[in-house]
């Protein structure tokens, strides 16, 4: 059974850094190139960050370019994202998510952690 | 990027009815690579349908996608109490992947 376990969300003030983390279990992690959505409270779904198989390739919204930096650790099976400069409007639940389909950045997912919050608030 | 504009935007429905929702894309879809989502709520999205038309495991044949090019639809074809739920539509076919809106579908 594939299960994605987030971590490391809370509150934090506006400029501050946070790392989330994602351990991953039941399939091979290391095969599989790895998202990060989020969901703004209210709101849909917007894409964060996508980081290959391999690790060679990542890609990141517009959003968060040169603020976020994706990055996975294959023996220990765990997804991180760390998160520099935050916004207020980066506060969201945010997903760790394995993808189905993956190709140049674009791809598909078809498993989702539960999410952990981060708020950006003074 | 690629633009989803969902509709309705709320729909309101009774058990045991039939719905189509609509997936419309700014420029065409490569590959048709388009997947839809089911979201309840104080949970994550779970995949129900991906390339289009293709169901996902575990997925009840009750939902089915047709659809390509620009426009994309989600049919259910007849609606159980664990249906309603909001809806998203997202496209794979090119970077950076998008999402539509959502479609939010509640009991009558």
């Known amino acids: 059974e594939v299960q994605l376990l987030e971590s490391g969300g809370g509150l934090i003030q506006p400029g501050g850094s946070l790392r989330l983390s994602c351990a991953a279990s039941g399939f091979t992690f290391s095969s599989y190139a790895m998202s990060w959505v989020r969901q703004a409270p209210g709101k849909g779904l917007e894409w964060v960050s996508v980081i290959s198989g391999s690790g060679s390739s990542t890609f990141h919204a517009d959003s968060v370019k040169g603020r976020f930096t994706i990055s996975r650790d294959d023996p220990k099976h765990t997804l991180h994202l760390q998160m520099n400069s935050l916004r207020a409007e980066d506060t969201a639940v945010y997903y760790c998510?394995?993808?189905?389909?993956?190709?140049?950045?674009?791809?598909?997912?078809?498993?989702w952690g539960q999410g952990t919050l981060v708020t950006v608030s003074s | 990027e690629i633009v989803l504009t969902q509709s309705p935007g709320t729909l309101s429905l009774s058990p045991g009815e039939r719905v189509t929702l609509s997936c419309r894309a700014s420029q065409s879809v490569t590959y048709n690579c388009l997947a839809w989502y089911q979201q309840k709520p104080g949970q994550a999205p779970r995949l129900l349908i991906y390339?289009?038309?293709s169901r996902a495991t575990g997925i009840p044949d009750r939902f089915s996608g047709s659809g390509s090019g620009t426009d994309f639809t989600l049919t259910i074809s007849r609606l159980e109490p664990e249906d309603f739920a909001v809806y998203y539509c997202q496209q794979c076919g090119s970077s950076p992947i998008t999402f539509g809106q959502g479609t939010r579908l509640e009991i009558k």
């Open positions: 390339d289009a038309s």
């Open positions: 998510a394995k993808t189905r389909y993956f190709s140049g950045g674009s791809h598909d997912v078809d498993y």
